[in-house]
């Protein structure tokens, strides 16, 4: 089945750029995403890229996407406490036999930002 | 405001008892999900509904039961047969369609005493 790849943890300075890496199998998918959750909360939809795109940028946020290699990575300038959280990266393929097809999920990368 | 509600926030169960988790939504979207989350393994879906009296299983639905009898509603029972039911349990609903993005509820903490 269709797998999505992250490291668990990131630590940067105040002030310095993050950038969190995921990877994906599905050849199919078609938009991927960026989630972010709080401790204890919900996920909150950060950005998304749709396949066509090499590049998304929204604010301090920057998504990368290298379709060949099937990587994505989401880079946040000026890193903030408050970025503190666990960032989720997530594809969805193309619709199959007629059936929506829900998001797959990557294991989340939990960044922390040191003062 | 519009939006998903999970309710409750916190919930304990014994052993052997089934309880409800509840999610309300107010988006008029068709579509909702529950997930599972454990500490790093990110979300697993447990079932899926894409209309009203549909559901479809996910990869972890043994142990799950879940109801569409509204459009707004999409609650999810965690029978006695979960071995293992202590985790963050997720909500979320979407329109249907390539694009769109899930929207979640704030989830719900089940913990077996």
């Known amino acids: 089945g269709e797998d999505v790849e992250q490291s668990l943890f990131l630590s940067v300075r105040e002030g310095d750029s993050s950038v969190i890496n995921c990877t994906y199998t599905d050849s199919s998918s078609t938009y991927l995403y960026w989630y972010k959750q709080e401790p204890g909360a919900g996920l909150q939809l950060l950005t998304y890229?749709?396949?066509?795109?090499d590049m998304k940028q929204d604010q301090r946020l920057t998504v990368l996407l290298n379709k060949k290699d099937k990587h994505l990575s989401l880079r946040i300038a000026d890193t903030q406490t408050g970025d503190s959280a666990i960032y989720f990266c997530?594809?969805?393929?193309?619709?199959?036999?007629?059936?929506?097809?829900?998001?797959?999920f990557g294991s989340g990368t939990q960044l922390t930002v040191l003062p | 405001d519009g939006g998903i509600t999970q309710s409750p926030k916190y919930l304990f169960r014994k052993e052997g008892q089934n309880v409800t988790l509840s999610c309300e939504q107010n988006l008029n979207h068709d579509a909702m999900y529950w997930y599972r989350q454990d500490p790093g393994q990110g979300l697993r879906l447990i079932y899926y509904s894409q209309i009203v009296n549909d559901f479809q299983k996910g990869d972890i639905a043994e142990g799950y039961s879940v109801s569409r009898e509204k459009k707004e509603s999409f609650p999810l029972t965690v029978t006695s047969a979960q071995k293992n039911p202590t985790a963050f349990y997720l909500c979320?609903?979407?329109?249907?369609?390539?694009?769109?993005?899930?929207?979640f509820g704030q989830g719900t903490r089940l913990t077996v005493v």
């Open positions: 979320a609903s979407s329109i249907p369609g390539l694009r769109t993005e899930a929207f």
């Open positions: 997530a594809e969805k393929g193309a619709p199959t036999s007629g059936s929506a097809r829900q998001l797959t």
């Open positions: 890229i749709f396949s066509n795109m």
